[in-house]
């Protein structure tokens, strides 16, 4: 055994529990009674994109699972050049991995992004940075812990979460089967239907349903609503990143006539006419939610990768029509809103149906993360925030983001104590509510596991049924 | 020690041996030093600073002024006197270069105790401090500080003012008026001040081409001639210019469309060249395309691209939809070869800029002026730069202004700012000693070392400095 393997072995055997001696902050600046109380909080993790573990374990064993959410980014953005980028993703070699990006890691790891990824080599396999030689003894370690359970290991038994609310569906549907019920809970991934270039063969092959029409069409999302909307937690709208945040109300008339040119005539509609029937889809999903009792996420504020972002696309005030328009919808606004975050504020202050959702927020800039903590504590009842989210598409980085989220929430409840402006005992039940309570209720956990528990949706409904 | 009471303290303390000339001198601070962590604090205050944007008048220009209060108030100073109340005709008055110091006293001392708090005032006053000893305006320290000022007003002013006090490696200045026909000009002192190309005269509402014929010798009768004209200028200036800097956010917004020249000549012409009166947007067209013509250049020749963003100098005319950060996206996206510096944090749309940084590998964020602007802004920047950016990212000192004399209190607040955020984050545990220490090298001197290239501009600024007086 080499004196790298030695060193790794102990925290790959150890089962890591809260309060592990890896932290963001130091422990000694956190209030001890604070700190402890959010260290046994079983978090309610409201986003992630993660894989089924079959999928992790069949995978390379590189250096992907870190980087490619979303450290990768910084490297880019610290100077990585294009060449380096493409050749990442393309070998599954660590070591050839770790030569592209060795001269822009110490450029990037301080940021949040990066600091996850520090924080989670640590505890999860004894490794305290990335340089030339604890490169392999990484892999190794790696490679020790992964075998059936590794995601459960990683995210109950060492982040301490609850369960997560996964983003990701099966081609053709709108969420996911999944062989860790309990564990993965599902939102309705309903942004393909806003798609610039909408394709809805896979969604009438898997529904065998045709669509001529926007009547159709609505037939189709309600089937979908009909198979998910007793197991999934909320519907998901990622289409800020190509279209803005500002859904008319479009009469159904109107929306028909755009959506039938563009959608299933192909003609070469107006930007105008394509949004109108984008719009009245939303609407009209929002409805659908409503009535099912499922919360709205909405994407807003950064986009992830680099060099497109237009940031006229993913304004928090676009969005107020909709919260106006439907008292009865609970929107989860996504990401804080970054960099609007004090819009996100005030409107979930304002609006009585809209919840802010720290997902992904702590590690785009953690210093964001601890303003809108520290504006949440003052503006926002206690029920109306979400704490963390760790948005990533590979289990092993969650712990650093959650650890993250911890310390901030942490820190900035013991600034409130310690100035007297808040009892210890409202600092737990604040704690308690924005990790795992609030995310509970709203999502209905309890329900939407015990829904789960008797029997996913069929694998492929209509397999055999031709469509037209 | 003498403390004074107050968030920002003026402090004088003696610092220890070892560390450069400048910060062996007592020194004024903003922070209180025992709010910083001590290893942090000495590094900082050892860095020699690269200033990555001045406006600096030749040193013989200042030398023939009288002691004044202008190179003090003038302009940070005295528009938070004019927001606080001050006549805008007083302030007009002010302005004059033939006033006495008494005079200008007189015309402001009804208002500096409001503004004296203010981070334009405040380093106003850690500059007399450390200059002059001085420690406030009032009509008891106005003749001996005039006094004082008389008896270092001589050759080498610049040098002990800025290298030996501020700790300024380089200043990066920004002519505001170039010579008539020129976008730069030659360096008086390569050592300690290099210069832009501005191409704010290219974007100027008024331009008129005669002078820029004379300079190159070429007759403008259409868009191509000018490009011509601007292409001369780029070659003749950028072997010595650090980069390229537009300000056109004082006049106009942003937003600078991809205008094709086949459009934008004909504009050109009827707007310059038969002057038969172009619309605004006319007008806008052709400085699209010119700017854009500038940004290739600009790549050609490897310099970065300097941009005012943000907030508005002076008073009570400021349009904020002008001065918008992320106007400039389509900018980002159609030239990744290009190396944006976004000028002043955009303030106050300062996270945006983090978001536009984050996110776009061309673009950096340059703290010039913002710490004058708004301490507690650019304290709240650095700590959001920290947890966002890549270390090679971030200017963190460009003091902008026109004479050196405040150059001190500016660089000092931004010294003290950067060591307060980075000791925040070592006692917070989010970071070594060491990794702080590098960051603030970074921020403060090797980032702008590397982006400017100091080191070979300067060399080339001397060789033609050499070549001319052979």
């Known amino acids: 055994m080499t004196p790298a393997r030695k060193a790794v072995r102990k925290p790959v055997e150890k089962e890591a529990k809260a309060g592990s001696p890896v932290s963001w902050l130091n422990p000694r600046i956190l209030d001890p ?139 053709g549907d709108l969420a996911r089967r999944t062989k860790a019920p309990g564990l993965f809970l599902f939102d309705m991934a309903v942004s393909d239907f806003f798609a610039d270039k909408l394709d809805m063969t896979p969604f009438e092959k898997f ?9 159709d069409w609505k037939r189709i999302i309600d089937w979908y609503f009909a198979r998910w909307g007793r197991q999934a937690v909320a519907i998901k709208n990622v289409c800020a990143y190509w279209r803005p945040l500002k859904f008319e109300d479009v009469p159904e008339e109107r929306a028909s006539e755009c ?37 709205i996420k909405i994407h807003t504020g950064y986009f992830g990768g680099n060099g497109y972002m237009d940031m006229s696309l993913f304004q928090v005030k676009d969005l107020v029509n909709l919260f106006r328009q439907y008292p009865e919808a609970r929107f989860v606004v996504m990401h804080l809103g970054y960099p609007e975050q004090g819009d996100l504020i005030a409107l979930a202050k304002h609006y009585s149906n809209v919840w802010v959702d720290f997902c992904w927020g702590w590690i785009i800039d953690p210093q964001a993360g ?99 | ?94 302005n004059r270069d033939d006033l006495s110091g008494e005079r200008h006293w007189k015309i402001v001392r009804d208002f500096w105790p409001l503004i004296r708090n203010t981070s334009s005032a405040c380093a106003v006053r850690l500059s007399l401090k450390q200059l002059y000893g001085i420690d406030d305006l009032r009509d008891s320290t106005i003749l001996p500080l005039m006094e004082a000022m008389s008896a270092r007003t001589s050759a080498g002013f610049y040098r002990w003012a800025l290298r030996d006090l501020a700790g300024i490696e380089c200043a990066l200045v920004n002519i505001t008026e170039p010579p ?79 205008v094709q020249e086949s459009d934008a000549a004909p504009l050109f012409e009827k707007w310059l060249v038969r002057k038969e009166g172009a619309t605004a947007p006319e007008k806008k067209a052709v400085q699209d395309f010119v700017f854009h013509h500038c940004i290739r250049r600009a790549i050609d020749h490897g310099l970065p691209v300097k941009i005012h963003t943000g907030y508005h100098a002076w008073n009570n005319y400021s349009e904020p939809s002008w001065y918008q950060p992320k106007d400039l996206t389509n900018l980002f996206r159609r030239y990744p070869r290009a190396r944006f510096d976004l000028f002043h944090i955009g303030y106050p749309e300062q996270m945006d800029v983090v978001a536009l940084a984050k996110h776009f590998a061309n673009v950096r964020v340059d703290m010039c002026w913002a710490w004058l602007l708004d301490s507690g802004a650019s304290l709240s920047f650095a700590r959001h730069c920290l947890g966002a950016l890549p270390i090679n990212k971030v200017f963190a000192f460009g003091g902008d202004y026109g004479a050196p004399d405040c150059v001190y209190g500016h660089g000092r607040i931004a010294r003290d700012g950067v060591a307060l955020v980075l000791s925040e984050a070592v006692r917070e545990g989010r970071m070594t000693r060491n990794d702080a220490k590098e960051i603030a090298r970074r921020w403060l001197r090797d980032n702008a070392m590397e982006m400017f290239k100091v080191d070979s501009k300067r060399d080339a600024a001397k060789a033609a400095q050499m070549a001319e007086d052979l």
């Open chain 1, 207 to 215: 529904t065998g349903l045709s669509c001529s029409s926007l009547r």
């Open chain 1, 33 to 171: 009674f604070v700190h402890e109380e959010v260290e046994k909080i079983r978090i309610v993790d409201t986003h992630e994109h993660l894989d089924e573990e079959e999928v992790r374990l069949n995978q390379p064993n590189d250096l992907t699972k870190f980087f490619m959410y979303y450290a990768f980014s910084d490297l880019v953005t610290a100077g990585l050049p294009a060449d380096a980028q493409g050749k990442f993703f393309a070998t599954i070699d660590p070591l050839e991995q770790w030569k592209l990006i060795r001269e822009y890691w110490p450029l990037a790891r301080h940021t949040g992004f990066s600091t996850a990824i520090r924080l989670s080599i640590k505890e999860l396999y004894g490794i305290d940075d990335l340089r030339d030689d604890t490169i392999k003894p990484l892999i190794e370690a790696v490679a020790a812990r992964n075998r059936p359970g590794v995601n459960r290991w990683i995210l109950k038994t060492v982040s301490n979460i609850e369960c997560c609310l996964v983003n990701a569906s099966d081609p």
């Open chain 2, 1 to 94: 020690m003498k403390k004074k009471s107050g968030a920002q303290l003026v402090m004088l303390e003696t610092e220890s041996a070892g560390v450069q000339e400048f910060s062996r001198q007592a020194r004024a601070t903003w922070i209180n030093p025992d709010s910083l962590d001590d290893a942090i604090r000495a590094e900082v205050d050892s860095i020699q600073v690269v200033d990555t944007h001045e406006h600096l008048e030749p040193e013989s220009v200042r030398l023939g002024l009288r002691p004044s209060l202008k190179p003090f108030l003038h302009i940070y100073a005295l528009s938070d006197m004019v927001s606080a109340g001050l006549p805008i005709k007083e302030a007009e008055l002010f």
């Open chain 1, 259 to 295: 959506f039938e040119r563009w959608a299933l005539r192909n003609e070469d509609v107006t930007v105008a006419d394509r949004r109108a029937a984008q719009d009245f889809m939303f609407h009209y999903c929002i409805r659908r939610a409503t009535d099912y009792g499922l919360p």
């Open chain 2, 180 to 258: 008539a026909g020129e976008l730069c000009r030659k360096s008086p002192d390569p050592e300690i001040m290099l210069y832009d190309i501005s191409i704010a005269p290219l974007m100027d509402e008024n331009i008129v081409l005669a002078p820029y014929e004379k300079a190159s010798g070429i007759e403008c009768g259409n868009l191509a001639d000018w490009k011509s004209i601007i292409d001369r200028q780029f070659e003749l200036w950028a072997p010595t210019a650090v980069a390229i800097k537009n300000q056109c956010a004082y006049t106009r917004s942003l937003k600078f469309d991809n």
């Open chain 1, 370 to 468: 601890l303003e809108v903590a520290r504006q949440a504590l003052g503006a926002l009842p206690s029920n109306k925030v979400f704490g963390f989210g760790g948005d990533y598409g590979y289990a092993d980085v969650v712990y650093g983001h959650q650890r993250i989220a911890r310390d901030g929430i942490s820190l900035v409840l013991t600034e409130a104590v310690r100035d007297g402006r808040l009892s210890k005992n409202d600092a737990k039940m604040v704690a308690r509510r924005w990790l795992r309570e609030n995310a509970m209720e709203m999502f209905r956990i309890e329900d939407k596991r015990k829904a789960q528990a008797m029997g996913q949706p069929g694998a492929r409904p209509n397999p055999h049924t031709k469509i037209g």
